[in-house]
């Protein structure tokens, strides 16, 4: 067997993961084609590092200390199909711009913000979005109001914690029940909040496996 065919029959997170496309701009997208899954945040909410530990890939997104870094919807996707002849990747992870950063020039932010609501709006393969929230801080009022967009956009969407090692254990499952009472009501949020630590690696099989299930797909 070729070692592509291989490397294309291992399950989802036991592949190596590659960088394919920055999109600054609706045109630029990537044909609809595998599913979608895109992770949403506060800028330095660790997006980047999520996405690195999931895959087992350091230095793939890319991480920095200065906030608004990521400004381009960014594409990964699993090493091994070269898109022709039907051989398209299983999915697609998406990592969009970060939000909430106020330093950002407003000419800068309101491109960010359009390119956001246009992909979230018109991306069709877009199952779900993993909506991250910094465990020392909570879900504030720019989170709220990505939630809200979402909601009045249908689209999917999943609360993830991050950086839960940066506070006490105790007071990691007093915020999952708080954030949990929060999302209640909200039409498009699944109902289950995930509390990860990119750092110390707690919490990613729990996300993997919710991944896996949303897209259909063995972790």
């Given at each position: 067997?070729?070692?592509?065919?291989?490397?294309?029959?291992?399950?989802?997170?036991?592949?190596?993961w590659?960088?394919?496309?920055?999109?600054?701009?609706?045109?630029?997208?990537?044909p609809?084609?595998?599913?979608?899954?895109?992770f949403?945040?506060?800028?330095?909410?660790?997006?980047?590092?999520l996405?690195?530990?999931?895959?087992?890939?350091?230095?793939?997104?890319?991480t920095?200390?200065?906030?608004?870094?990521?400004?381009?919807?960014?594409?990964?996707?699993?090493?091994?199909?070269?898109?022709?002849?039907?051989?398209?990747?299983?999915?697609?992870?998406?990592?969009?711009?970060?939000?909430?950063?106020?330093?950002?020039?407003?000419?800068?932010?309101?491109?960010?913000?359009?390119?956001v609501?246009?992909y979230?709006?018109?991306?069709?393969?877009?199952?779900?979005?993993?909506?991250?929230?910094?465990?020392?801080?909570?879900?504030?009022?720019?989170?709220?109001e990505?939630?809200?967009?979402?909601?009045?956009?249908?689209?999917?969407?999943?609360?993830?914690?991050?950086?839960?090692?940066?506070?006490?254990?105790?007071?990691?499952?007093?915020?999952?029940?708080?954030?949990?009472?929060?999302?209640?009501?909200?039409p498009?949020?699944?109902?289950?909040?995930?509390?990860?630590?990119?750092?110390?690696?707690k919490?990613?099989?729990?996300?993997?496996?919710?991944?896996?299930?949303?897209?259909?797909?063995?972790?």
């Amino acid at each position: 067997m070729p070692a592509e065919d291989m490397n294309n029959d291992r399950p989802l997170f036991g592949r190596p993961w590659i960088f394919i496309r920055g999109v600054p701009s609706m045109k630029f997208l990537p044909p609809e084609g595998p599913l979608e899954v895109a992770f949403a945040g506060r800028s330095n909410v660790g997006k980047s590092s999520l996405i690195n530990a999931l895959v087992g890939r350091k230095g793939l997104a890319r991480t920095s200390n200065t906030p608004g870094r990521t400004q381009e919807l960014n594409y990964f996707v699993p090493e091994g199909y070269s898109g022709e002849g039907g051989d398209l990747p299983p999915m697609a992870i998406v990592d969009m711009p970060g939000y909430g950063y106020a330093q950002a020039p407003k000419e800068q932010v309101d491109t960010w913000t359009k390119l956001v609501f246009d992909y979230l709006r018109g991306r069709a393969t877009l199952k779900r979005v993993y909506v991250l929230i910094d465990s020392r801080h909570g879900v504030k009022k720019n989170d709220e109001e990505v939630l809200d967009l979402l909601d009045k956009a249908a689209v999917s969407y999943q609360i993830v914690l991050t950086k839960t090692d940066k506070i006490k254990e105790a007071g990691v499952d007093r915020l999952i029940s708080e954030t949990t009472e929060k999302i209640r009501k909200r039409p498009a949020a699944y109902p289950f909040v995930l509390a990860t630590s990119s750092e110390k690696g707690k919490g990613l099989d729990d996300l993997r496996q919710a991944i896996s299930e949303t897209v259909g797909q063995p972790v």
